[in-house]
């Protein structure tokens, strides 16, 4: 026999959602989640569409869902989802951690040790999480250890990085405008003329020359109360990222970012050992396993998951954990829309070691057009901090009619 949603809540304490006492609470999880009765909410399907990023929508037979996101490695993870759809039916998702460790330990051998497998996995525990946090009338935060800090600092991917651009002016008033107390620019520059070589990524002198030029003159134009960060992509070799890292430390970088390919840890910490320059990586590794020998090796300053694409919210949580440790903060990657973005947001609201979280939707003016309709929320940040929700799950309403014109061609949005 089916609970239905109002059955289920009021079981945990009469129907108020977000009002419940801990006693009753856990009462409620217990029987919810307990191995030895039948589930009481059950996944009745899994759904997937493309925006820019990818979407995941969970139904259970309450008429509850939960929406999560994965980005950046997902061309194929829609279909690598339709593969985790068979097990995931008839589950109870309020086993988080038993249905994601079930996935990943079956996947072995499929490669669900890093990339699409792990992104995707990613997307469907973030729906999972949200999906429990409604079904239990609780914002994420508080099913991740509860909260550190109310509101969540962001910077902003600036868009512009030389005096020569046109539009620099428009988005660097941009950036102080909207409150920012922190900016990320690009210097990895695959045209500029000073290059020798259309593959081999050694700077030459006036490219270097070039990157410092850059760097200065977002110093110059924006406030000193503004931070800068400066990302190199991981394309350089050794010998130019020691450069680098060495010539921009007069501008007190809030961190320079994967100054080399981020496979070899080793060559990493060469960089870091070579300068005081903040170093930070991380947006191309994934679970806990990828941030061991980053931080074991104590590599890096600090690390950026992406926490759409590095295993889920409780990953990233974990991953922040093992950080902390070795007294390195993080600062996730982040391009989600605000639905992943909010969701990033509760594991940073939660941990002890959070620094600051990117945004990336600033530029050109009809991507920023588009991340201001995706929630019924409208604008979520607010004088460069996001505020975390206190209603249940990730907390916003997604604008489904404004979403739908937003999709993939050849794809749908959720009917
Ligand atoms: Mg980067």
Redesign the pocket.
């Known amino acids: 026999m089916h609970l239905k949603r109002r059955s289920f809540l009021q079981a945990a304490g009469g129907g108020l959602a977000g009002l419940l006492s801990l006693d009753q609470l856990s009462a409620a999880v217990q029987t919810a989640t307990s191995p030895y009765q039948r589930p009481r909410l059950k996944i009745t399907d899994v759904k997937t569409a493309y925006t820019q990023n990818l979407h995941v929508r969970i139904y259970t037979d309450q008429g509850i869902t939960g929406d999560g996101e994965g980005v950046d490695s997902i061309s194929g993870a829609a279909a690598i989802i339709e593969g985790f759809r068979r097990f995931l039916i008839g589950q109870d998702p309020l086993r988080v951690e038993a249905i994601w460790e079930r996935i990943r330990t079956s996947g072995i051998f499929a490669g669900a040790q890093a990339g699409q497998f792990v992104t995707a996995l990613g997307a469907v525990e973030i729906a999972l999480w949200d999906l429990t946090g409604k079904a239990l009338g609780l914002p994420i935060y508080q099913l991740l250890g509860g909260k550190v800090r109310d509101r969540v600092r962001v910077y902003c991917d600036s868009g512009t990085n030389d005096r020569k651009d046109p539009n620099a002016p428009k988005y660097i008033q941009q950036i102080i405008e909207m409150g920012f107390t922190a900016a990320k620019i ?1 210097i990895d520059d695959a045209s500029d003329p000073a290059r020798f070589d259309r593959v081999n990524w050694t700077a030459s002198n006036a490219e270097i020359d070039n990157m410092v030029d850059k760097v200065r003159f977002m110093r110059e134009s924006l406030p000193s109360r503004i931070e800068l960060a400066v ?1 190199m ?2 394309r350089y070799d050794l010998g130019t990222a020691k450069r680098v890292a060495k010539e921009l430390e007069p501008f007190r970088l809030l961190w320079l ?2 100054p080399v390919p981020p496979e070899n840890v080793d060559a990493l910490r060469d960089v870091r050992q070579s300068t005081h320059t903040p170093i930070c990586c991380g ?1 191309n590794l994934f679970l806990r396993h990828g941030f061991r020998p980053l931080l074991e090796k104590q590599a890096v300053d600090i690390i ?1 998951p992406d926490i759409q694409k590095c295993g889920g919210l409780l990953e990233a949580r974990k991953i922040a954990d093992m950080a902390h440790t070795y007294y390195v903060p993080m600062a996730p ?1 982040a391009q989600a829309s605000p639905i992943g973005m909010m969701a990033s947001c509760h594991v940073m609201a939660a941990i002890p070691n959070a620094l600051v979280i990117e945004w990336h939707w600033s530029h050109p003016p009809a991507r920023l057009q588009r991340w201001r309709q995706y929630v019924k929320q409208g604008e979520i940040i607010e004088n460069g901090y996001i505020t975390v929700p206190d209603r249940p799950g990730i907390g916003l309403d997604i604008n489904d009619e404004a979403v739908r014109k937003m999709v993939r061609p050849g794809t749908t949005w959720f009917s």
């Open positions: 690009d990302d992509h991981g970012e994967e947006e950026m990657h």
